[in-house]
Nanobody, 117 residues
Framework: QVQLEESGGGLVQPGGSLSLSCAVSGSISSYNIMAWYRQAPGKQRELVASISREGRTHFAGSVEGRFTVSRDNAKNMVDLQMNSLKPEDTALYYC???????????WGKGTLVTVSS
């Protein structure tokens, strides 16, 4: 059974930084894409950042230049470093891993990030 566990959420002031981590346990294909999504109150879930096994990254336009994503393939972990945070970054952040060939699609329960003074 594949499980994802996020950590690192919390309250931060505008302009501050926060780092999220996600640990994946269970049997998962090496051919996967790891990603972070977020869902703000009253809004749809949106992709924040993704990273392939080879390290290719993609960012939402709203976070490009402020967020970075990295992964450790040996440990099945993915991190999201968030800098210059804005109140509009406030959301529940979800970790996701998608197996490219088998179609497996797994989600964490989410970690709350609140950007407020």
């Amino acid at each position: 059974q594949v499980q994802l566990e996020e950590s690192g959420g919390g309250l931060v002031q505008p302009g501050g930084s926060l780092s999220l981590s996600c640990a994946v346990s269970g049997s998962i294909s090496s051919y996967n894409i790891m990603a972070w999504y977020r869902q703000a109150p009253g809004k749809q879930r949106e992709l924040v950042a993704s990273i392939s096994r080879e390290g290719r990254t993609h960012f939402a336009g709203s976070v490009e230049g402020r967020f970075t994503v990295s992964r450790d393939n040996a440990k099945n972990m993915v991190d999201l470093q968030m800098n210059s945070l804005k109140p509009e970054d406030t959301a529940l952040y979800y970790c996701n891993i998608r197996e490219i060939y088998s179609g497996g699609d797994y989600w964490g329960k989410g970690t709350l990030v609140t950007v407020s003074s």
